[in-house]
């Protein structure tokens, strides 16, 4: 079993910048692989980035490149997800989650944490 909180959602002008942070519980806490996803009001849940936790590989969705950078603490067992130039389209619910492989694909991960609102004003 594995528990995720998230937390340092917020409210930013277009163009500023957040960092997210999952900490991480469980026992096998270390055998997955961590990403972010999100979801916008009335729109499907989508990947924003993932990473591993010994082999240290990312991936980012084309939407989010060079603008975000997801990185982890294995002694704090915390993942970050650190976002610039954030733009309205950006804003949506920003969850953590778990999973057995590095993927894009929300149904692939096994465990979620409750999510933190992100809202970015024009």
């Known amino acids: 079993q594995v528990q995720l909180v998230e937390s340092g959602g917020g409210l930013v002008q277009a163009g500023g910048s957040l960092r997210l942070s999952c900490a991480a519980s469980?026992?096998?806490?270390?055998?997955?692989?961590m990403g972010w996803l999100r979801q916008a009001p009335g729109k499907n849940r989508e990947f924003v980035a993932a990473?591993?936790?010994?082999?240290?590989?990312?991936l980012y969705a084309d939407s989010v490149k060079g603008r975000v950078t997801i990185s982890r603490d294995n002694a704090k067992n915390t993942v970050y997800l650190q976002m610039n130039s954030l733009k309205p389209e950006d804003t949506a619910v920003y969850y953590c989650a778990a999973g057995p492989v590095l993927t894009i694909w929300p149904n692939t991960y096994d465990y979620w944490g409750q999510g933190t609102q992100v809202t970015v004003s024009s």
């Open positions: 990473i591993g936790w010994s082999v240290g590989s990312t």
């Open positions: 469980g026992r096998t806490v270390s055998s997955y692989y």
